[in-house]
Structure formats: structure tokens, C-alpha cells
């Protein structure tokens, strides 16, 4: 049975760890391409642009935050 995960992002304005709330394997993750997503961040407020060469695979501590939904598109978002 494969070990499955959280994706975690970390917030580019106050460095807190957040999780996804999305759950894989490790053979999925590293078969993810390179998708680039918006999402509202719950440690901030703010709006931030985060990539899945960003993200990493971990167990959160219980108290980390996690996003109350996540759209992932699969089309290329500009570099900003």
C-alpha cells in the first residue's frame, strides 16, 4: 500500500506551511507536470500564484491551516 500525503505550499509573504488539503502518493506527485494555480491564502488573505515545483509532499502539523478549496487549471499561466 502506497503512503499518501499532503501537497503543501508555503506562503510567500509569511513563510507558514499550508496545506492543500489534497492527498497522493509519491508516484503521483512525481508524475505531476507543471501546473501553476491561484489560490486565496488563508495565513495572509492575499491572492498568491504557486506551482506544483513549489509544492511538496508532507504530513502537517495540527494546527496548520488548510485551504478551504483549490482550483488547479492545467493551461500556463504567465510568469508574473
Not at 9 to 33: N, Q, W
Request: charged fraction near 20%.
Amino acid at each position: 500500500m502506497n503512503q499518501v500525503s499532503i501537497l503543501m505550499v508555503k506562503c510567500p509573504s509569511t513563510g507558514c506551511e499550508l496545506s492543500t488539503g489534497i492527498e497522493m502518493d509519491a508516484a503521483t506527485f512525481a508524475r505531476l507536470p507543471d501546473i501553476r494555480s491561484h489560490v486565496k491564502c488563508p495565513a495572509c488573505g492575499l491572492d498568491h500564484l504557486w506551482s506544483t515545483r513549489e509544492a511538496w509532499l508532507g504530513n502537517p502539523a495540527p494546527s496548520a491551516r488548510e485551504f478551504t478549496w483549490l482550483f488547479i487549471n492545467n493551461r500556463n499561466v504567465p510568469n508574473d
